[in-house]
């Protein structure tokens, strides 16, 4: 397994994969872990894991480099990632005993009613290079302090990041195979999930990867949790302040390089204000500068991989071909490296690739619309439903028309983010399942209901 630098080309380490006899042993440790963690009382768990946040932050320049040089991450916004890392774990840290306390249920007069929350077990989570610290640290958090064990299989191109990871949980103390790294190819995971020694798994991925993960869960009657692609609208409607639209789309289009699941892609317009947002979104993406991800200026660094690129490049031409207008940036540059600029389109047609597909990297596609109502319908005609930006100075209005879209989160006036506060997942093909928040830490727990009757209480109750 090859960790290869995106802005050189140049192949930083070569890691040896694990065995199938690797990982059959991985996950008995996994097994034999998880017997004794989950035994052990949640403030300790809690302790831990603001330790755990602590080696984030007096590591925060090593672990930034590492995804910068991995895969091409501006250094500005790795340094972020790690601080968004640290900050997942002191919430849990401070809300975890809180968000897993036994809730007392109504229940007959000499009864006492409750739902418990119990771990399930070590749990699979297959994870992508795009933010290769905080979508492992959004799953770790939650739920090794609710009392599972991680096993991560992280994407083959971030074998060093995956291994920075275990270490920063052997760092702050945590017993041994609470959490592991497996240095293993995609063929590894339909039998790991199909092993009885595995209580769930969670993948943040494509669609294709989301739908053999949820078959094979499905047929082995396990928990799993989908966070998939997405296609996010970004509705510019008649009476938004167009400026900062313009610029919070650019930043939110070019976030991470424009490799994000949740950035926006597809800016439906309101006719109204359409000229002037094109023009100035337009002059805010040219604004932003692309080059070396470990220069304190660049906004975009290279994509990930070559054939990453390509894609891109290849969705951009057909949608040319299909009739779409390229305003700024659709070449290549000649420069070493997997480079793409900052690029718009317009006039896109419904059918072009830039409007059905999802776009993973730097490129927007921009839509005319005449009403409040078209701009609704262009919101919703997508296989994906993650997130969603709606600008508009009446609030009220923003809020309602929040209502309609199908998305798992929409935000008025702001671009759509993660935060650990609140809940974070999609509808539609973007998958099932929240992480993050309360809701997050539910995910892999048993919600076991307890009834206890007195002995003088009736048990004159119908069953079921």
């Known amino acids: 397994m090859e960790s290869v630098n995106p802005a050189t080309g140049e192949v930083l380490e070569t890691y040896d994969d694990h065995t199938e006899a690797d990982v059959d042993n991985a996950l008995d440790r996994a097994t034999g872990a ?4 989950r035994e052990r009382p949640i403030n300790e768990r809690q302790v831990l894991l603001s330790r755990a946040a602590e080696v984030l932050r007096e590591n925060q320049e090593e672990y930034a480099e590492l995804m910068t040089e991995e895969m091409g991450k501006p250094i500005t916004g790795a340094r972020a990632e790690v601080e968004k890392c640290a900050w997942v774990c002191d919430f849990y840290a401070e809300r975890a005993d809180e968000f897993l306390a036994d809730e007392v249920l109504g229940s007959e007069p000499e ?5 418990s929350y119990e771990p399930l077990g070590p749990v699979l989570a297959v994870m992508p290079w795009n933010f290769p610290f905080w979508q492992v640290f959004r799953f770790a958090a939650p739920h090794l302090t609710a009392g599972n064990v991680g096993l991560l299989k992280h994407a083959s191109n971030v074998p060093g990041c995956a291994k920075a990871i275990e270490e920063v949980f052997s760092e702050a103390g945590y017993p041994e195979d609470v959490f592991s790294s497996l240095l293993v190819g995609s063929d590894a995971i339909e039998d790991m999930i199909c092993d009885d020694r595995l209580a769930a798994v969670t993948l943040t991925g494509s669609e294709g990867a989301g739908r053999a993960v949820a078959e094979t869960a499905g047929s082995e009657i396990k928990k799993s949790v989908l966070e998939l692609g997405g296609s996010d609208p970004f509705v510019v409607l008649d009476d938004a302040d167009v400026e900062a639209a313009a610029e919070t789309g650019a930043q939110a289009r070019t976030i991470n390089s424009g490799q994000s699941c949740i950035a926006a892609k597809r800016f439906v317009v309101h006719e109204a204000v359409y000229d002037e947002f094109v023009e100035r979104f337009t002059e805010e993406m040219e604004s932003l500068s692309m080059g070396d991800p470990k220069d304190e200026s660049t906004d975009i660094g290279p994509q990930a991989r070559e054939d990453l690129v390509e894609d891109v490049h290849d969705q951009v ?8 207008r390229l305003r700024t940036g659709g070449e290549r540059p000649d420069e070493e490296g997997n480079f793409y600029p900052p690029t718009v389109l317009t006039e896109v047609p419904r059918d072009a690739a830039a409007a059905t597909e999802e776009v993973f990297g730097p490129a927007a596609a921009v839509f005319r619309v005449e009403s409040e109502e078209e701009a609704i319908e262009v919101a919703n005609d997508t296989d994906f439903g993650l997130g969603a930006s709606l600008w508009t100075e009446d609030l ?10 199908e998305a798992g989160c929409v935000f008025v006036n702001e671009l759509v983010k993660s935060d650990p506060r609140i809940p974070f997942g999609g509808v539609k093909n973007s998958g099932y399942g929240r992480e993050l928040a309360e809701k997050g830490i539910h995910e892999f ?7 206890v009757q007195s002995p003088e209480g009736s048990d004159d109750v119908a069953t079921e």
Not at 317 to 324: I, P
């Open 317 to 324: 031409e057909r949608s040319v071909e299909a009739g779409a």
């Open 396 to 405: 009220d209005r923003g809020e309602r028309l929040a209502r309609r879209v």
């Open 445 to 451: 727990v048993n919600e076991k209901t307890v009834w």
């Open 111 to 115: 009864s006492r009613s409750l739902v």
């Open 34 to 37: 998880f017997e004794e963690w």
